[in-house]
């Protein structure tokens, strides 16, 4: 699959989630720009290091910095930026490719998907809370 496509995908996913939460349409293409951007540092970070775990870590944290960085210009909550922005990350393939193995009864497969899902998983949370960590920890004004 090409690059153009899967950002295309990413950017219009992004758009798919956010109307079906209910962001107001002015937010909306900066929403699905978030998803778009978050899913080319992926790419880029993929194509660089090698190593999925570090690559979804990265994306994950650059989405809390546009989200934040779009909630100061817009004065609005961060959350509805972050949420769109981290869709494009999420491990849904690789659940169901998952759960089909263990439907068949495959499961070594099973495991070896499964602890792919966990540890993209695991790499997203760890992107978010490390961004928010810091972002505590800085003196405020």
Not at 32 to 47: C, I, N, P, R, T
Not at 53 to 58: A, C, K
Not at 116 to 127: K, N, R
Request: include cysteine.
């Amino acid at each position: 699959m090409t690059t153009a496509i899967q950002l295309a995908g990413a950017f219009f996913g992004s758009m798919g989630f956010a109307l079906l939460f209910g962001l107001p349409r002015r937010y909306l293409f900066a929403a699905s720009l978030g998803g778009l951007l978050a899913w080319a540092v992926y790419l880029l970070a993929d194509s660089l290091l090698h190593m999925a775990f570090l690559s979804n870590l990265l994306a994950a944290a650059f989405s809390v910095f546009y989200a934040e960085a779009l909630a100061r210009l817009l004065k609005t909550p961060a959350t509805l930026f972050l949420t769109t922005a981290i869709l494009p990350l999420v491990p849904g393939g690789s659940l169901y490719e998952t759960m089909s193995h263990v439907v068949r009864g495959e499961m070594e497969l099973a495991r070896s998907c499964g602890n792919a899902t966990l540890s993209t998983a695991l790499a997203i949370a760890v992107g978010i809370s490390i961004v928010l960590a810091i972002r505590e920890l800085r003196p405020k004004p």
